[in-house]
């Protein structure tokens, strides 16, 4: 008697939500409750709740725009990519020779 099994063809890829790819609904998920502080920390303070409702409406518009365009632009990885490309030096500049005239010191050798 042999069973058969469904194959799971989406092993080792990024999950996606709604167009959101990987990382990002990990930001977008901080984002959400950053804004919720944010409007219970402005309802208890006392802001009218139709103000903080548009205010917060607005920005959570702002973040879902915002983090659908850098899903979008970079992609899975590219963010990231970005920013260690920002880091790498412009020029790598030597102004001695003496690193490379340096004689081996530590035996190995003649």
């Known amino acids: ?14 999950i996606e939500f709604k167009g959101f790819r990987a990382q990002y609904i990990t ?3 901080i984002g959400l409750v950053l804004l919720l502080l ?19 409406g ?3 518009f702002g ?12 992609g899975e ?3 990231m990519k970005e920013g260690a490309y920002r880091r790498l030096p412009k020029a790598i500049i030597c102004r001695s020779r003496k690193t490379f ?3 081996n010191t530590q035996g190995g050798g003649q």
């Open 101 to 103: 005239l340096s004689i």
């Open 58 to 60: 607005a920005a959570a």
């Open 1 to 14: 008697m042999t069973s058969v099994y469904p194959i799971n063809k989406n092993i080792n890829k990024s």
């Open 77 to 79: 990885h590219g963010l």
């Open 27 to 29: 930001y977008l998920a």
């Open 38 to 56: 944010l409007f219970a920390i402005g309802y208890m303070v006392g802001i009218p709740a139709f103000i903080l409702v548009m205010a917060i």
């Open 63 to 74: 973040l879902f725009s915002w983090v659908y365009r850098l899903s979008h632009r970079y």
